[in-house]
């Protein structure tokens, strides 16, 4: 997906028969999705339209231009949506996009590279980075927290992090 745009929500496939999906939103204020339209898909698709119909438990249901059966709705099961960036409200201090860390180096307090930003999850219990180690296809997962994660200077292009003893090899 273009750097231009930042990932806002997921399709779930449909919520009923008359051609409503089932919207989960990763926006701070769920149901401001629907104020970013057009949302995109990585494989090219654009909605111009998303009409929040219902809350659901952790979605909504909701109506999405282009969608107007069951089948057209399932068809879109795990659909991952974009939103341009321009279209986005900024940051708030010591809050990123999770596009803004995928990428960046993460060193130790002594300057050590201890790998980059894979991608960012987030399972509801909280953030976790996922970080390639360097020269490996090995991946470790840190907890995106104050106490592990003390600095995120975007400025600079680089995260420093004060990992849990033992998490990362020779740490």
């Known amino acids: 997906m273009a750097d ?12 009923g028969v ?6 989960k939103s990763f926006c701070a204020d ?3 999705i629907a104020d970013y339209v057009p949302l995109f898909s990585e494989d090219g698709r654009s909605f111009d339209q998303v009409v929040i119909t219902g809350q659901l438990k ?8 282009g969608i ?33 860390l995928i990428g960046l180096p993460v060193l130790d307090a002594g300057g050590t590279t201890l790998g980059t930003v894979k991608t960012v999850m987030d399972h509801g219990a909280g953030d976790l980075l996922e970080i390639t180690l360097p ?3 090995e991946t ?9 994660v003390p600095t995120v200077d975007l400025a600079a292009g680089k995260i420093v992090a004060d990992p849990p003893e033992g998490l990362f090899p020779d740490s």
């Open 4 to 15: 231009d745009r930042v990932i806002v929500g997921a399709l779930g496939g449909a919520f």
């Open 18 to 23: 008359q051609g409503e999906v089932r919207l």
């Open 30 to 32: 769920p149901a401001a």
């Open 58 to 65: 952790n979605a909504f249901s909701a109506r999405v231009s």
């Open 68 to 100: 107007v059966t069951k089948e057209d709705a399932d068809a879109l099961r795990n659909l991952t949506l974009y939103a341009d960036r321009n279209a986005m409200p900024p940051a708030d201090d010591d809050e990123y996009y999770y596009a803004d």
């Open 135 to 137: 020269g490996s296809s």
């Open 140 to 148: 470790v997962l840190l907890p995106f927290t104050q106490a592990a």
